[in-house]
Nanobody, 131 residues
């Protein structure tokens, strides 16, 4: 049984930083994608960053240069370092696992930034950024 448990959320002022963690248990896939998503009230869940089993990372344009996704396989933990946070990034942040990824496309293998394919989800951690 796969379990994902997020932590590290909180309240920060605009321009501040937070590091989110996601501990995975019961996940034994050798090839995979792991992703961070966020959902603000009244909005759809959106992808933020992803990392595959080889350590290749991908980010949506809005967070490039400010967020860093990483993983510690020895600790079965996924991280999201978030710097220069903005008020509009206030949301519930979720980690998710896709055991079918990464997917081949022109130029190589990629993880998706949509919710499709991510079979396992944590319950989320709240991030609030005040102006």
């Amino acid at each position: 049984q796969v379990q994902l448990v997020e932590s590290g959320g909180g309240s920060v002022q605009s321009g501040g930083s937070l590091r989110l963690s996601c501990v995975a248990s019961g996940y034994t896939y050798s090839k995979y994608c792991m992703g961070w998503f966020r959902q603000a009230p009244g909005k759809e869940r959106e992808g933020v960053a992803s990392i595959d089993s080889d350590g290749s990372t991908s980010y949506v344009d809005s967070v490039k240069g400010r967020f860093t996704i990483s993983q510690d396989n020895a600790k079965n933990t996924l991280y999201l370092q978030m710097n220069s946070l903005k008020p509009e990034e206030t949301a519930m942040y979720y980690c998710a696992a896709d055991p079918e990824g990464p997917y081949y496309s022109t130029g190589g293998y990629y993880c998706l930034h949509t919710t499709v394919g991510y079979d396992y989800w944590g319950k989320g951690t709240q991030v609030t950024v005040s102006s």
